[in-house]
């Protein structure tokens, strides 16, 4: 019962200052543009790379060369899904 108030309490909380934080248009745009940046930095993995390993990778490379695929795949499935 004690950790449904804790919890029930810090819902609220964040309810109330993410309202607060929402209704100015200012901070409503700083937190978009934050929150962009964050899921494009997340976006952003070296996905260019495992599809061309020979070219600066070189232990991708040597992987590829020993049968690893799994980059080159990857790399191919994630192209093929956008």
Same mark, same amino acid.
């Given at each position: ?9 810090? #819902? ?6 993410? $309202? ?9 745009? =700083?937190?978009?543009?934050?929150y962009d940046q964050i899921v /494009?930095?997340?976006? #952003? ?9 020979? +070219?600066? =990778?070189?232990e991708n490379a040597k992987m590829?060369? +020993?049968? $690893? ?7 191919? /499935? /994630?192209?093929?899904?956008?």
């Open positions: 019962m004690q950790k449904r108030k804790v919890l029930y309490t810090v #819902s609220a909380i964040g309810a109330g200052t993410m $309202s607060f934080l929402l209704l100015n248009k200012d901070k409503r745009k =700083n937190i978009k543009n934050k /494009h930095k997340k976006t #952003s993995m070296p996905i260019r790379t495992a599809g061309v390993p020979e +070219e600066d =990778n070189a590829v060369a +020993e049968g $690893s695929q799994f980059g080159v795949q990857y790399y191919n /499935h /994630h192209m093929k899904n956008r």
